[in-house]
């Protein structure tokens, strides 16, 4: 079974620039999972879509974070405009069905530096 | 509010010996208790849960986990650690009520020396 895929696997960008990182989950997987792992912390949780619908995303920075979910399958998650604070690995990760419990299977993640 | 504590930044033990690696934990309502561990630019890999029923966990890698209720605690075990097990360490929760959020402990750093 393929895992969790994630591209880039890494991104160095300026501040104020644009980026957007892609992720395919699990066949399969209703549930799709968005976290932010900054250096020597826990991954957090940005947001949660169940198929194309968003679950949770009380923790995303709208004002410059937007991510969709077309079809219920890949996911996209877009920064714009970047600053400083946003370098940190992006880590996607897909559970079926998605309930408290559910174990959640993550990619290799995407480092983003912002210079 | 949840919460997940590792109280080590790190822990060292020599190749062979037991480790232990800690967690605590604070929740309204029943707990759903992970460890996942994560190699250098690797994602996090699942190693074991707790969700009901015996306290005492096996996963994967001759991994272990004991739940103890009136402790809050979910502190990792191996019997006999390998070189190949220095990672970093991550205790995670859901709760049963609430947001469905998995809540990360900041990680614990695990060398094994040989």
């Known amino acids: 079974e393929a895992g969790v895929a994630q591209s880039p696997r890494y991104k160095i960008i300026e501040k104020r620039q644009s980026v957007a990182f892609w992720c395919n989950p699990i066949?399969?997987?209703?549930?799709l999972y968005w976290y932010q792992q900054i250096l020597g912390q826990g991954p957090k949780l940005l947001i949660q879509?169940?198929?194309?619908?968003?679950?949770?995303d009380s923790q995303l920075p709208k004002d410059r974070f937007s991510a969709e979910r077309l079809k219920g399958v890949d996911s996209t998650l877009k920064i714009q405009p970047a600053k400083l604070e946003d370098s940190a690995v992006y880590l996607c990760?897909?559970?079926?069905?998605?309930?408290?419990?559910?174990?959640?299977?993550f990619g290799p993640g995407t480092r983003l530096t912002v210079l | 509010a949840q919460s997940v504590a590792q109280p080590e930044d790190q822990v060292n033990v020599a190749e062979g010996n037991p480790l232990t690696v800690k967690c605590t934990y604070s929740?309204?309502?029943?707990?759903?208790l992970f460890w996942y561990v994560q190699y250098p630019n690797r994602g996090l890999q699942f190693l074991l849960k707790?969700?009901?029923?015996?306290?005492l966990v096996k996963g994967s890698y001759g991994f272990e986990a004991e739940f103890n209720k009136s402790q809050t605690s979910f502190h990792l075990k191996k019997p006999s650690a390998l070189v190949s097990d220095s990672a970093l360490y991550f205790c995670?929760?859901?709760?049963?009520?609430?947001?469905?959020?998995?809540?990360f402990g900041k990680g614990t750093k695990l060398s094994v020396i040989p």
């Open positions: 929740v309204s309502g029943n707990p759903y």
């Open positions: 707790y969700i009901t029923g015996d306290n």
């Open positions: 990760a897909s559970s079926s069905p998605g309930l408290r419990g559910d174990t959640q299977y």
């Open positions: 995670a929760l859901h709760s049963g009520a609430g947001s469905y959020q998995l809540t």
């Open positions: 066949s399969g997987h209703a549930t």
């Open positions: 879509f169940q198929n194309n619908g968003v679950v949770d």
